[in-house]
């Protein structure tokens, strides 16, 4: 049984992520994506381009002195451009440490990502790991 186009190109972003292949993601994504992610944090909020979602990743890695790993679990495609994807992040933040279930729900459009919309089986661990957002 092959995997959609659509759930591989979602793995195929997680590889690139994993490597911090910035190169990669970029060319997964459209001009102007948006990153959604939820809570009131360092890191929340609504990612707008493509070069604002990848400061978000590179973000992730400079805070986290690249300890953040994702480890996938799956990955669900409806075959109309709908991807979810569900995942474990481990991340290291000064005297932080965070493990927390997430998912992740991604919108294609021509063999390109045009939207995420992020989620977390626990906001206010999230909030706490990231710190308040930027004034």
């Known amino acids: 049984m ?17 490597k911090g292949d910035m190169d990669m ?3 997964l994504m459209t001009a102007d994506v948006v990153h959604h992610v939820p809570g009131n944090n360092l890191i929340s909020g609504h990612h707008k381009g493509r070069e604002a979602v990848l400061e978000l990743y ?3 890695g ?4 690249g300890t ?3 480890q996938v679990d799956s990955v669900l ?4 451009g709908h991807v979810m994807a569900f995942h474990t992040s481990r991340a290291d933040r000064g005297d932080h ?6 998912g992740l729900f991604f919108t294609i ?12 089986e626990d906001i206010d661990e999230e909030n706490a790991f990231w710190g308040p957002p930027k004034s």
């Open 2 to 18: 092959s995997e959609h186009p659509d759930a591989a190109l979602v793995r195929r972003g997680y590889l690139a992520f994993a």
């Open 25 to 27: 993601l970029s060319s």
């Open 58 to 60: 590179r973000t992730l």
């Open 62 to 65: 400079r805070e986290t002195n």
């Open 68 to 70: 953040m790993q994702v």
């Open 77 to 80: 495609a409806d075959g109309r």
């Open 97 to 102: 440490g965070l493990e927390i279930r997430q």
């Open 109 to 120: 459009v021509g063999g390109k990502i045009t939207d995420i919309d992020g989620c977390t």
